[in-house]
Nanobody, 122 residues
């Protein structure tokens, strides 16, 4: 069973940066596309970014384009989300999720982590 564990959340001031990590417990992560999602208080969960299984394709929500960067290291079985120029509206619980297959599909993620809280506040 694939398990995902997020880390790297915390409190940061507006304009600051954080790097989230999603570590997988599996023989290999090579066959999974990985997505980052977030859920703010009182709001629905939304897809933030996704990366294909080989890292060759990425996509981002309009709200984070130019500020967030997703990457992966399959040898370390870890996916990262570098978040720069953070805004208060980025405050949310961030989850990573995996889809067995090469391509990203936000609506077809079969494995989820438990999330890490990001708070952007002065």
């Amino acid at each position: 069973q694939l398990q995902l564990v997020e880390s790297g959340g915390g409190l940061v001031q507006p304009g600051g940066s954080l790097r989230l990590s999603c570590a997988a417990s599996t023989f290999t992560l090579n066959y999974y596309a990985i997505g980052w999602f977030r859920q703010a208080p009182g709001k629905e969960r939304e897809g933030v970014s996704c990366i294909s299984s080989n890292g060759g394709s990425t996509n981002y929500a309009d709200s984070v384009k130019g500020r967030f960067t997703i990457s992966r290291d399959n040898a370390k079985k870890t996916v990262y989300l570098q978040m720069n120029s953070l805004k208060p509206e980025d405050t949310a619980v961030y989850y990573c999720a995996a889809r067995y297959g090469s391509q990203c599909r936000y609506d077809d993620m079969g494995h989820w982590g438990k999330g890490t809280l990001v708070t952007v506040s002065s």
